[in-house]
């Protein structure tokens, strides 16, 4: 079951659309990883199209749908990926700077996702 975008997502998504720039986009095939747990990063993604598998040590612990924001957790806790993203069937995915979100919205995305 592929999570439900949260009300946040849309707000932050809609914000990102609309911003007049262009941003860059990745296209990732069925079974590429978008990005491999443990490695730097500090881009955030918008997942644009297409399905992506959230992977936790080896094994896929929720999947996640269009509308999605991706890679907060890597931002604000030291440029690590908490997780493999691996496509379920092809994607597009919006490559945004860290900078284009502020830290309260992602903080905010990053604690409407914690367990509890």
Known sequence: MTAVETELERDLS??????GR????????IGEAL???????NELFLLL???LDVEVDGQTVTQVGPGAMLGEHAVLG???????????TPCRVLVLDA????????????SSREPG
């Open 35 to 41: 990005v491999e747990q443990g490695e730097e990063g």
């Open 49 to 51: 199209d297409g399905v």
């Open 14 to 19: 809609s914000a990102v659309m609309t911003e």
């Open 22 to 29: 262009k941003m860059p986009r990745r296209r990732v095939e």
């Open 99 to 110: 900078d284009q979100i502020s830290r309260y919205e992602l903080k905010l995305l990053a």
């Open 78 to 88: 030291g440029g690590r990926r908490t997780a493999t993203l691996r496509a379920a």
